[in-house]
C-alpha cells in the first residue's frame, strides 16, 4: 500500500485505528525491527506509509491548533471502547482504552488528570485476557507483556526514566530458566509493550 498513503491518511485526521498502531510500530522499529517487518506485512503496509503516518501524527501534535491530548486520540481512534474511574494514590483519574488491529488481547490506555491533562498513554491487556506466564527471565519475550505484567511478576521492580516519552524502564531481579540463579535485569518498553531484556550481573545477594 506504500504507493497509496492518501486512502487512509487525510490532511487534519486519521479515520481509522490502522494509523495509529503504524504511529505505535514506528517507535518500536528502533528495537525489534524485524517484529515491526512481520506486523506491517500481516497489516498490509509498507515502512513508508508508517513513516508517513507518523509524521503526521507528529504534525499534529506540534500544530499552533493543536487539539488536547485526549481530542486528539479521540480524533485518531474515535469513541473509547470504555471509560472508568482510577484511584491512584490520593487522585481520582479517567481511564480511556481503545481496542486496535495487531494486538487483539491488549487496549491502548489513556489515562488523564483531574484537569483533563493527559499523564499516562500506553498499551495495557484487555480485561479478560489471559497474560503470559512469567516465571524466569526466558519468558520475557518481546511484544509478550506489559510494563505492569513485569512489575508484578518480579516484584520489586525498580522503575527508570526511558529514552524518550514512550519509553518505560524497569530494573527488577529474576531468575534464570537454566539453573534458577537470580540475576538484575533491565527491561525496555515502548508504548508499555516488551521490546528488549538486557542481563546486567548476578543479583545481589542482599537482593
Do not use: K
Not at 491518511?9 to 522499529?29: C, E, G, K, Y
Not at 483533563?116 to 520475557?140: F, Y
Amino acid at each position: 500500500m506504500d504507493s497509496a498513503p492518501g486512502s487512509f491518511l487525510q490532511p487534519d485526521s486519521f479515520p481509522t485505528p490502522f494509523p495509529f498502531v503504524l504511529v505505535l510500530l514506528r517507535r518500536m522499529a528502533d528495537h525489534q525491527p524485524g517484529l515491526v517487518e512481520d506486523a506491517l506485512r500481516e497489516l498490509g503496509f509498507g515502512r513508508a506509509v508508517m513513516r508517513e503516518a507518523n509524521r503526521r501524527w507528529q504534525a499534529m501534535q506540534r500544530s499552533p491548533r493543536r487539539r488536547s491530548a485526549v481530542a486528539r486520540y479521540r480524533s485518531v481512534l474515535g469513541p473509547p471502547e470504555s471509560t472508568s474511574a482510577r484511584r491512584i494514590g490520593d487522585l481520582t483519574s479517567e481511564a480511556l482504552s481503545w481496542s486496535l488491529p495487531l494486538w487483539p488481547d491488549l487496549r491502548f490506555e489513556v489515562l488523564t488528570a483531574p484537569n483533563g491533562a493527559v499523564w499516562n498513554e500506553w498499551l495495557v491487556r484487555a480485561p479478560g485476557a489471559p497474560g503470559p506466564r512469567l516465571r524466569t527471565a526466558a519468558d520475557l519475550v518481546p511484544w509478550s507483556c506489559t510494563v505492569d505484567e513485569v512489575a508484578r511478576a518480579f516484584a520489586p521492580a525498580r522503575p527508570m526514566e526511558g529514552s524518550a516519552p514512550t519509553r518505560w524502564r524497569l530494573a527488577f531481579d529474576a531468575p534464570e530458566a537454566e539453573n534458577g540463579e537470580l540475576r538484575h535485569y533491565v527491561a525496555e518498553f515502548t508504548w508499555g509493550l516488551l521490546q528488549r531484556v538486557e542481563n546486567v550481573r548476578p543479583a545481589s545477594p542482599t537482593a
